[in-house]
């Protein structure tokens, strides 16, 4: 089979397409000639043409782990690629770069975003001003609220927030909306003690009602989002105050909200947990990254250590890629090192995603593509991946990122490689909203593709 062309004189190469979207995969795989004068935009008529396409699907090609930005004659000659070669060729639906959207301003730096899904999406965002805020500001100290800046947050329903700070409690809250949709109110509704130090990052399942949380005391910590499943909280944590009589009292708030402990705490790590997730599949399993430098993957019904994977740099951020059967974790090193964490893995970092200045603090998977996720940096932006575009180096594979979104109030774009006043330090990534990220200047900016809409 060879396509044709309107130049015969132009220089032909053998090429084999793939893909693995099923819903857009040929029926005939075998090789076919096309013009070395073809680049991305013919390509993907071509494919268009065969799959018989109602309408077009744009699409991007990848070819030994790039992506094709040129036409093929010079892809050939700039890799040294003679055109008796039979080239495969792998076709992706083609991503529009987010653009900016809009950024919502805060009092203090945004340590977490979150994004409850639905017809009428909710922003939830954690602050250094010890408030968490949707279409309300949680309350204070003195009416139930952290005793000092938020470090995480997520909703862990449509109707409950649960929430980590420095204050070392996670905060279990109530969340209505009014009839109307435009006021609601955040209510304490139960304070969860057990670490002994910083609670850094929260994670909950809605089906099994349980969170995860990581704690700068070295812990991960197991807990109910239910105040009748959890058992009481350890006495000694529970911050109070003697009166005249010696009696005990509570310390700081005119509001009183039932305390409870943790189901089970997990002491293995030697450093500060900065990430906790479920496994995508299977909520009995749990992973976390340290700044121990270790991924762990933790049995959560017996609350014990099932697997460790020790990299080469300490880890701030975690996040899974089903699929692949990888864990992605942020590190100091400015990169982001994906992790097998099966233990028949031959090798611990099966790719490295290189490209940020700073620190990677945050990662969010792309809600509608199994390949792509986005990464928040202290050097001041996000940048988006798709681990199907590789390339072999020294240490193995490696991936460079196909988008840098830059804060909108950073100088020309641009940002310092220790991202002075930019840093970011939380992202999230709705299929309907966009890549939301949190930072140091104070607010959760959205960019967002055309085709989010």
């Known amino acids: 089979m060879a396509a044709s062309s309107g130049d015969s004189s132009n220089a032909q190469v053998r090429v084999r397409l793939t893909t693995r979207d099923t819903d857009l995969s040929l029926e005939e ?72 959207v809009a950024s919502f301003e805060h009092d203090d730096w945004v340590s977490d975003v979150d994004v409850l899904s639905g017809n009428s999406p909710r922003i939830l965002s954690a602050s250094y001003d010890g408030l968490l805020r949707v279409l309300a500001s949680s309350p204070g100290m003195s009416q139930g609220g952290h005793a000092s800046f938020v470090k995480s947050a997520k909703f862990a329903s449509p109707n409950q927030i649960v929430s980590g700070g420095f204050d070392r409690t996670l905060r279990l809250w109530k969340y209505t909306e009014e009839q109307d949709g435009l006021s609601a109110k955040i209510a304490p509704q139960v304070e969860l003690y057990g670490h002994q130090a910083s609670v850094d990052t929260v994670c909950p399942h809605a089906t099994s009602g349980r ?23 350890p006495e000694a944590l529970v911050p109070r105050s003697r009166t005249k009589d010696g009696k005990r009292r509570k310390l ?46 933790w049995d959560l019904v017996t609350a014990s250590l099932v697997d460790t994977r020790t990299t080469s740099s300490a880890l701030f951020c975690v996040e899974q890629m089903p699929s692949l059967h990888l864990i992605a974790a942020g590190s100091v090193s400015r990169v982001i090192k994906m992790v097998d964490p099966r233990v028949s893995a031959a090798t611990v970092t099966a790719m490295t995603l290189k490209g940020h200045k700073n620190s990677v603090v945050s990662l969010a998977r792309d809600p509608s593509n199994e390949y792509t996720l986005v990464s928040g940096s202290h050097d001041g932006t996000c940048r988006v991946w798709d681990v199907r575009s590789t390339r072999q180096e020294k240490e193995g594979a490696v991936a460079s990122s196909i988008y840098t979104l830059p804060r909108a109030g950073s100088k020309n774009g641009t940002a310092s490689a220790v991202g002075d006043g930019v840093k970011v330090f939380g992202v999230c990534w709705d299929k309907d909203v966009g890549i939301l990220s949190a930072g140091e200047d104070k607010t959760v900016q959205i960019n967002r593709s055309d085709d989010q809409t």
């Open 211 to 233: 969170i995860l949380s990581g704690s700068s005391d070295h812990s991960v910590g197991i807990w109910s989002t239910r105040k009748s499943d959890a058992p009481a909280a």
């Open 29 to 100: 795989n075998a090789p076919i000639l096309i013009p070395t004068s073809f680049r991305r935009y013919t390509l993907s008529t071509l494919v268009n043409n065969l799959l018989k396409s109602e309408r077009a699907v744009p699409l991007e090609f990848i070819i030994n782990g790039t992506y094709l930005r040129t036409t093929l004659e010079e892809y050939l000659s700039n890799n040294g690629i003679s055109t008796e070669t039979t080239l495969t060729v792998e076709y992706v639906r083609a991503r529009i770069p987010p653009q900016y």
């Open 252 to 297: 700081n708030s005119e509001v009183s909200a039932p305390q409870r402990g943790p189901l089970a705490l997990m002491q293995q790590h030697t450093g500060q947990v900065s990430g906790v997730i479920f496994d995508s599949n299977d909520p009995t399993v749990g992973y976390s990254t340290s700044w121990d430098q270790t991924v762990r993957t």
